[in-house]
């Protein structure tokens, strides 16, 4: 199913709703800083996330603090059930995960279930999202791809931190010869130098940042999907909120939730768009329901 962008004026009315402020800038994240905030929720209903800072449209770090639809959808459900959710930044992805795993931050905001995750926390099972990951290669050097045996043997870029599923990570570690950068405009720059045969990142964010970092001339994407992965929501096995995911995946399965992920999706979007003056916006958005 396709989903157009709805009216700019619509969006920007709501693009504030549900948003939560990040309390330290990322010059300020410390250990101590973050184990602070933590200790000072812990008689408070407040809950402490974290989430991907450069996953547009889903989450980013703009401002000093977590925008996007894993964050608002995060915000809600717990404000459904009387909670407050403080979505701080926690520094990289990496690090995210790892205070969800120590237990200082309460709530991964969304990401695919893998082996490791599921050691130090509980996945709510109903999906918040589903998310396509698509191999981009340089103009000129397209191959046919059809399944992942197409993939086999060749060299792949991939953002550190990122996890893709345990199905598919498991193939690239097996399969294919691996590096791993830091950013998406790395790895766009790793394909173009040759160092790398194809990247796989998500479809939406690759073309959001192929355009906004200037491979839009350069770098393509291959028409089949590597997968539609699930994003889900989990909450760490030390925080005291575990109790709440009956709660929570109950709103994940109301009729109309994946109708109003779809506005939200289109709202962030749009927003991340109109705060970068050289990016132009995909043609269309992909419904959370392919």
């Known amino acids: 199913m396709k989903l157009f962008l709805p009216s700019v004026t619509a969006l920007l009315l709501t693009i504030n709703c549900w948003s939560t402020e990040v309390q330290l800038t990322e010059d300020q994240i410390t250990e101590d800083q973050i184990t602070k905030v933590h200790e000072e929720s812990l008689d408070s209903k407040t809950v402490i996330a974290c989430g991907h800072p450069d996953y547009p449209p ?29 979505n701080i930044y926690a520094g990289p992805w990496k690090r995210c995960q790892r205070k969800v795993e120590k237990g200082t931050v309460d709530v991964n ?38 399944t992942w045996n197409d993939l086999k043997g060749l060299k792949v870029v991939m953002v550190r931190g990122v996890s893709m599923g345990q199905d598919f990570d498991s193939f690239i570690e ?49 028409p089949t999907p ?27 399965k109301e009729p109309d939730y994946y109708q109003k992920l779809e506005t939200i999706l289109s709202k962030y979007t749009l927003h991340y768009i109109r705060g970068r003056d050289n990016i132009s916006p995909p043609e269309i958005l992909e419904s959370p329901e392919e």
């Open 58 to 86: 889903w989450n980013w770090k703009q401002g000093g603090k977590i925008l996007g639809a894993c964050a608002e959808v995060t915000a809600m459900l717990f404000e459904n059930i009387g909670l407050k959710v403080n």
């Open 109 to 146: 905001i969304c990401a695919f279930i893998n082996d490791d995750r599921k050691t130090y926390s509980t996945f709510i099972q109903t999906p918040m999202g589903h998310n396509t990951t698509s191999v981009f290669v340089p103009w000129g050097k397209e191959f046919p791809f059809t």
């Open 174 to 222: 097996n399969h294919t010869h691996a590096s791993r950068v830091n950013t998406r405009e790395q790895a766009f720059e790793f394909l173009t130098l040759g160092r790398a045969d194809f990247l796989a990142t998500g479809r939406h964010i690759g073309i959001l940042q192929r355009n906004l970092y200037g491979y839009s001339s350069s770098i393509t994407v291959l």
């Open 226 to 252: 590597i997968k539609v992965g699930n994003l889900h929501i989990s909450i760490s096995n030390k925080s005291r909120f575990l109790k709440h995911i009956p709660e929570l995946e109950a709103q994940l």
